[in-house]
């Protein structure tokens, strides 16, 4: 994750579809929600980009979703802050 870009990035199995779910703190009583559903190239990298639709910010939480063969696999993950 990198904040300043507003990039989120990984990789896994080749031609796989992730889903990228984010809670963004615009307050601290404030939050919404942004899905984003990429497929990996050859390689296996995936790369979204919220610049057009919000800032990354400190404590934004982001969990990446993959389906492989009917089992589910999540990892979560807090944009880093201070």
């Not at 404030?30 to 800032?55: A, H, I, M, N, P």
């Amino acid at each position: 994750m990198d904040r300043v870009r507003d990039t989120i990035q990984g990789a896994t199995r080749p031609n796989a579809r992730v889903d990228i779910l984010i809670q963004h703190r615009e307050s601290f009583r404030r939050t919404q929600e942004f899905l984003y559903s990429e497929k990996t190239g050859d390689d296996g990298k995936f790369k979204v980009d919220t610049s057009s639709d919000f800032d990354l910010v400190g404590f934004d939480s982001v969990t990446v979703l993959l389906d492989r063969g009917g089992d589910f696999f999540r990892a979560t993950a807090l944009v880093p802050g201070v």
